[in-house]
């Protein structure tokens, strides 16, 4: 089936550094765009960052300078690499992604999502 898997999250303290993963898998062929999303303990999911065709990328204020997401087209994966880490970064970190895929799931598939990988931040 077209899915994502996160991985990469863990346990780090403040002013650490940690790279997450996002890996197409099953008959995914292609990304078109991606983006990482996260989601705090009581709070809403907000876009963390964005990577478009062509590799145009768009961060949010709080984490510019920190976090670079990336994407490797040959093996269908986006990374997130995060430095300098904040408490406030703790959150389940979600990839979702915009796809193309063959065989029975063949066609685009605009608005995937992975079942996210906690990141917790000790401050």
């Known amino acids: 089936q077209v899915q994502l898997v996160e991985s990469g999250g863990g346990l780090v303290q403040a002013g650490g550094s940690l790279r997450l993963s996002c890996a197409a898998s099953g008959p995914i062929i292609s990304i078109n765009a991606a983006g990482w999303y996260r989601q705090g303990l009581g709070k809403q999911r907000e876009l963390v960052a964005h990577?478009?065709?062509?590799?145009?990328?768009n961060y949010t204020d709080s984490v510019k300078g920190r976090f670079t997401i990336s994407q490797e087209s040959a093996n269908n994966t986006v990374y997130l690499q995060m430095n300098s880490l904040k408490a406030e970064d703790t959150a389940v970190y979600y990839c979702?992604?915009?796809?193309?895929?063959?065989?029975?799931?063949?066609?685009?598939?605009?608005?995937?999502w992975g079942e996210g990988t906690q990141v917790t931040v000790s401050s």
């Open positions: 979702n992604a915009d796809v193309n895929a063959v065989g029975w799931y063949s066609g685009r598939w605009p608005d995937v």
């Open positions: 990577i478009g065709k062509g590799g145009t990328t």
